[in-house]
């Protein structure tokens, strides 16, 4: 037992001996924080890579859904375009008029609206209603005309008459349309 010990204090003083003297751990250590750094650098390089060319898809998707709906482009009402998932209904198209007459609140960009959901874009009041809506058009298959809350460019509520249906794509997709058919005016006060 008392060699072990020996041994042992022999083995440690050689260490120390060649840490002091030469830095071994030290180097050890910077080399393999070097080596790590290199790695993680060129992985983070390629995640930035993937990340790029996944919002380049995502472009092109987006602009794809404008050719898949062109019918709509030059339609003289708001026009929009939704796909069930789960329990989500997300936008996938809205038509140019949609954004002349409702872009203020997305700034104006066709495309921004694209892949949302109405609760990530309106008030919960407002989204809920919306979202009953859409429910109900797509469990029944059955076009509903209704009238529909929105804020104008004031921050005013609004009334919308809306219309919207189902058309379901493959056996698989839900998609959800609807359309403003007219901007109720407010009744303002007479002096």
Sequence with gaps: MNKLTVKSKKVLFNVSNLEKKHKIITYASLLFLTVSTYFLRSENQQVKIDYARLQEKSKSLKRNMIIFNRNYEDF???????????????????????????????????????????????????????????????????????????????????????????????????LIYGMVKEIIPTKTKRS
């Design 76 to 174: 003289p009402l708001p026009v929009w375009q939704k796909v069930k998932r789960g329990d989500k209904f997300i936008i996938q198209y809205i038509n140019p008029e949609y954004v002349k007459k409702f872009g203020h609140i997305f700034n104006n960009d066709q495309y921004a609206l694209i892949g949302k959901n109405n609760f990530e874009i309106f008030s919960k009041k407002i989204a809920q209603a919306y979202y009953e809506n859409d429910v109900a058009v797509a469990i029944t298959g059955i076009q509903i005309e209704n009238i529909e809350d929105a804020i104008d460019k004031f921050g005013n509520i609004i009334k919308l008459k809306v219309i919207k249906w189902r058309d379901i794509k493959d056996n698989k997709d839900t």
